[in-house]
């Protein structure tokens, strides 16, 4: 298949072409929920998606990326879409593409359209892939809900350098009377979408003055217009997850009569996984590496709202024995950003190469932006901490998704 030069080129015109040619299959969904936003987009989906299905509702989803296996991106009423299955959709989008440029994001959701709008059920939960006003999923005319999750600074070189410009680019999946359930934001980017949803005439169900979420005795106090309600706290760890779950209890009683009742919230709540967010390893080459007493973390933050959150949750959780870190990231990122507050709670830090991925900091470049030890890989600086370290510690790797990947491909 020929793709285009870019890997990403945020327009709308390639595929709203292809699109076109295989019979807009964008027009014959199951009601949509899309999703913009810079952290917590997949958390709060996959949270939204375990309390429709305890609801026994059929649910399709679209996130990325991947972490090990490219059928992760889609799911088909709650399988991962099958391997013959996704061969023949790719195969039919690059017929009706003739050879035309067209981004792997692009013909991947058109696949996902194809796949969604052929399979009956009684929703889509849509992820963003980029920003969201040129993003490929921007083409639903009239979504049943959109959500917009924290905003904050990431992939600057396409979506802008101030807070505000990434607002605007994130307010761009907002429709004409189409709800919108907001995150707490910074006030820049409060007030961007805020002046978005007005041109539009959405109407915003926001945290504070519409919702409110707290965390007290292991449970969640929920507050909105029909009371107050009581909910088990995620089975995803870090405060962040408590702002999550309120993010996604918001939502969810916003679908009509797609709504599942409380008693099903709650059990999505306690079913929930999201592998590779704050997800301990249980398992594996680099777990059994480890002496008795040691933890090995894993989570695919990158950004420094990311870092600030895993630095909270390491100060307030993981008190009981010494923090070490192993990062990896792509250089696109900003990893002072996300490295500094994390390196104020961690003894030690350990940084590596992401394997395969010719876009990765060197483990030299990157260990040179906190004074951090360089390593040929997550193995030996796992076997370093342990030789070096004899009291009980945690140990965790940490810094992107293609590196949580390749962590949970043999540890998982």
């Known amino acids: 298949m020929d793709l285009h030069p870019k890997l990403i080129d945020l327009s709308l015109g390639r595929i709203e072409t292809l699109l076109a040619r295989l019979g807009n299959p964008e027009k014959h969904l199951p009601p949509v929920v899309h999703v913009a936003g810079t952290n917590g ?49 790719l195969e039919e989008c690059e017929e009706a593409n003739r050879g035309e440029p067209i981004t792997f994001f ?20 849509l992820e963003t892939g980029l920003g969201g006003r040129l993003d490929a999923t921007n083409l639903i005319e009239k979504p049943r809900l959109t959500i917009i999750t924290p905003v904050s600074l990431d992939h600057q070189q396409f979506l802008g350098e101030t807070l505000g410009a990434i607002a605007a680019e994130k307010a761009g999946i907002l429709k004409r009377g ?18 978005t949803a007005r041109t539009v005439k959405s109407p915003v169900i926001e945290q504070g003055p519409d919702w409110k979420i707290a965390s007290r005795g292991g449970n969640l106090i929920f507050d909105d217009a029909l009371g107050r309600r009581l909910f088990p706290s995620p089975a995803l760890a870090g405060p962040h997850q408590v702002e999550n779950a309120g993010l996604a209890i918001a939502a969810l009683g916003r679908l009509g009569e797609l709504s599942p009742r409380p008693k099903f919230v709650a059990q999505g709540l306690c079913d929930v996984a999201w592998p590779g967010r704050l997800q301990r390893l ?4 680099l777990v059994q590496a ?29 008190k009981d024995c010494p923090l070490h870190l192993v990062s990896g990231m792509m250089n696109s990122k900003e990893a002072g950003g996300f490295l500094a507050p994390l390196a104020g709670v961690a003894e030690t830090t350990a940084c590596i190469a992401i394997p395969n991925e010719a876009n990765s900091f060197s483990a030299k470049a990157l260990a040179a932006m906190i004074d951090a030890r360089p390593m040929p890989s997550a ?23 293609y590196l949580a990947g390749t962590i949970l491909a043999d540890n998982a």
């Open 290 to 318: 480890l002496p008795e007493d040691w933890e090995l973390w894993l989570d695919g933050g990158h950004n420094p709202a990311a870092g600030a959150n895993l630095a909270a949750f390491a100060g307030s959780e993981w």
């Open 41 to 89: 987009k997949g958390s709060t989906i996959a949270m939204m998606r375990a309390a429709l299905e305890a609801a026994g509702r059929r649910v399709h989803v679209y996130t990325s990326p991947h972490l090990v296996r490219f059928h992760e991106r889609i799911r088909v009423t709650g399988e991962l879409i099958a391997e013959d299955e996704l061969t023949a959709l």
């Open 106 to 125: 692009e013909i991947t959701t058109v696949a996902a359209f194809l796949a969604f709008s052929r399979t009956p059920a009684d929703i889509v939960l």
């Open 178 to 195: 189409v709800p919108c359930v907001m995150a707490r934001q910074a006030p820049q980017a409060r007030a961007v979408i805020l002046e």
């Open 379 to 401: 193995a030996d600086a796992i076997n370093a901490i342990v030789r070096e370290n004899t009291a009980p510690a945690r140990i965790l790797i940490c810094g992107s998704l």
């Open 282 to 285: 249980t398992r594996g080459p």
